[in-house]
């Protein structure tokens, strides 16, 4: 198995174009794989020049540490390079990038941001950049400033929409967005929601103009590391590994053994799978699916995307992996991430496995950071020298 290569799983025959097709709506999802098992794709490029493998909702973008923009931007079929509009070539260095439903955004070192390589953005120039939100299957986008003010844009117009953020008083930690929904969080664990919560995926908020304040079982419980929303569900990644998620459950993400399609209230997902030394440190959302990440470099995959691999059980290119099936017909995908894998990348209907060089320069740093704080919630009378305040 060679690293300039990566595994591919969907099971959405919406990503299967006619030729026709995918001309007219400029999609590019390769129609050569297998929803029954992971698919290996080739690399376009040298794994170790990739900076950024991003998802959106039926495409895969990669980021290149070149300095040329031309060279930056690849899509799966052929994997062409994006043509860079000549009027928007600056002599700059792309920061990162973000792909939702339909657009991507390209946010350069200045704090420039660039959507679908036609409309430029330079209100951030000044302020700078936070960080930028958005969800694979998200019709928007969202712009943090470093001055806390958040920026919301729908489409591809680079005029934003007005939304009324009084009443987030604490510095904004991290933010998830789904098909027609935001979910906020500051630093003071607080939750704040937008939109019109259809599939409750506000937790019963429904907030069209401004962001509101949303109660939670888990304000008091943990510190949130995380927020992901796949189309109409959220889903929370607490400090002490616990995941609590709402919204749409048609495929199991909220809880997996309900039958009910919608659930109203954020409730602590649990698998038989789960055992004691089962310790989350990422988050993923695809439209109706969830891939958590433990400190072991095991994955757990839930919902849609898995759905057709539950026959699926044994070895390819190395990643040991099984399906489950429980009593509610919900499905359940372990895979143990070696051979040179490492990461995960969550779009709309599709999960992919690839090697991520950032992460290797900081893979012991962070294994160690996770375990100590696990560590330090037990009751270890074996640590005599280690007191934890």
């Not at 928007?88 to 260095?93: G, Q, R, S, T």
């Not at 904004?172 to 939750?191: A, E, R």
């Not at 990348?345 to 060089?357: E, K, L, R, S």
Request: glycine share 6%; hydrophobic share 35%; aromatic share 12%.
């Amino acid at each position: 198995m060679s690293f300039n290569s990566f595994l591919f799983a969907t099971n959405n025959d919406s990503l299967i174009f006619n030729e026709q097709n995918r001309k007219a709506n400029n999609t590019f999802i390769s129609k050569q794989f297998d929803a029954t098992k992971w698919n290996e794709w080739q690399l376009p490029v040298n794994y170790k020049d990739i900076k950024q493998l991003v998802c959106g909702a039926i495409c895969v973008v990669i980021c290149t540490g070149t300095s040329d923009l031309k060279e930056k931007f690849f899509y799966r079929d052929v994997w062409f390079k994006l043509k860079w509009n000549e009027n928007l070539k600056k002599n700059l260095k792309v920061k990162k990038i973000f792909v939702n439903y339909s657009e991507t955004i390209i946010q350069l070192e200045n704090d420039e941001i660039i959507i679908d390589n036609v409309h430029s953005n330079n209100q951030f120039v000044e302020s700078g950049i936070k960080f930028i939100a958005c969800g694979p299957v998200s019709n928007h986008y969202i712009v943090v400033d470093k001055n806390e003010k958040i920026h919301y844009f729908r489409g591809k117009n680079i005029i934003e929409q007005d939304i009324d953020t009084n009443e987030i008083k604490e510095p904004i930690k991290c933010i998830g967005c789904s098909g027609s929904s935001d979910i906020v969080v500051t630093t003071s664990n607080k939750m704040y929601g937008h939109g019109d919560n259809q599939f409750n995926v506000l937790a019963g908020v429904v907030s069209r103009d401004k962001f509101s304040y949303i109660k939670t079982p888990f304000e008091k419980e943990s510190e949130i590391v995380d927020v992901k929303c796949g189309y109409y569900y959220t889903a929370v990644l607490l400090r002490n590994s616990t995941v609590y998620s709402v919204g749409n459950n048609t495929h199991g993400s909220c809880d997996l053994y309900s039958p009910n399609t919608a659930i109203p209230h954020f409730t602590k997902l649990k698998c038989d799978l789960f055992d004691n030394n089962v310790f989350f440190t990422k988050i993923y959302c695809s439209s109706r699916g969830i891939a958590l990440i433990t400190n072991k470099q095991e994955a757990f995959l839930i919902g849609e995307v898995v759905y057709d691999l539950q026959q699926y059980d044994g070895t390819i290119n190395g990643i040991t992996s099984y399906t489950i099936n429980n009593e509610k017909n919900k499905t359940i995908h372990k895979i143990k991430l070696d051979n040179g894998f490492n990461d995960i990348a969550a779009g709309g209907w599709h999960y992919i496995i690839y090697n991520n060089v950032n992460l290797n320069g900081r893979k012991s740093l962070i294994y160690f950071e996770n375990n100590l704080y696990h560590l330090s919630k037990e009751n270890n009378n074996n640590l005599s020298d280690v007191n934890f305040l």
